[in-house]
Every structure is written in structure tokens, then in C-alpha cells.
């Protein structure tokens, strides 16, 4: 069983920067993992992922946000920068993707981007 938990969201104002962290507890190693992000109103979609064979973002993010991981820490971070108001959701951290769905899901965090 994996856990999930993630940490830094926040508010800050639209051009600032901020980085969510997540924790896993179990083996992830030979897992995927990654960021999926749910705006009020809206569906929730994949901001990126990374695995040791690959690393995608969204449209949207591209340029703007990086995600990295610590294999030995058993995390994954998404730094964002250049964040814009539509940025603004409740981001999940989620490992192990099995097809278009993913097994593991973190609790989310808020993250506030303001005009």
C-alpha cells in the first residue's frame, strides 16, 4: 500500500512561483508518478508525469512548470513558475499508472494564484 502526501501549496500572486512536494510511503520506485490538478467547476486532468523512462506536461504548463524526482527520498516535486490565475485548483499527487488511470492518490493541496 502507498501513501500519499503532498505540502507547499498556498497562494501567491500571478507571476510568482511556488513548489508542491509529495511524500510517498511504500515502494514507488518502479512506479510513474505525478501531478493531476482539479479547478473549481472542472474536470480533473494531468499536469504532468515522470517515470524513468519518460516526463510529460499538459499544454498549459509547458515551459512553466518542471517536475523532478527523488528516487532515494521517495518524492516528487512540481516546481511552477510564471503561475497565471488558471492555475489556480486543488493539485493531487498520484503514483502508479496502470493504462489512463492511476492507483494511488494524495489527499491534494490548494493552490490560490491571484490577479
Known amino acids: 500500500q502507498v501513501q500519499l502526501v503532498e505540502s507547499g501549496g498556498g497562494s501567491v500572486q500571478a507571476g510568482g512561483s511556488l513548489k508542491l512536494s509529495c511524500a510517498a510511503s511504500g515502494y514507488t520506485n518502479n512506479c510513474g508518478m505525478g501531478w493531476y490538478r482539479q479547478a473549481p467547476g472542472k474536470e480533473r486532468g494531468l499536469v504532468s508525469s515522470t517515470s524513468r523512462v519518460a516526463t510529460t506536461y499538459s499544454d498549459s504548463v509547458k515551459g512553466r512548470f518542471t517536475i523532478s524526482r527523488d528516487y532515494d527520498a521517495n518524492k516528487v516535486y512540481l516546481q511552477m513558475n510564471s503561475l497565471e490565475t488558471d492555475d489556480t485548483a486543488v493539485y493531487y499527487c498520484?503514483?502508479?499508472?496502470?493504462?489512463?488511470?492511476?492507483?494511488?492518490w494524495g489527499q491534494g493541496t490548494q493552490v490560490t494564484v491571484s490577479s
Open positions: 498520484v503514483a502508479c499508472q496502470r493504462g489512463d488511470s492511476w492507483t494511488y
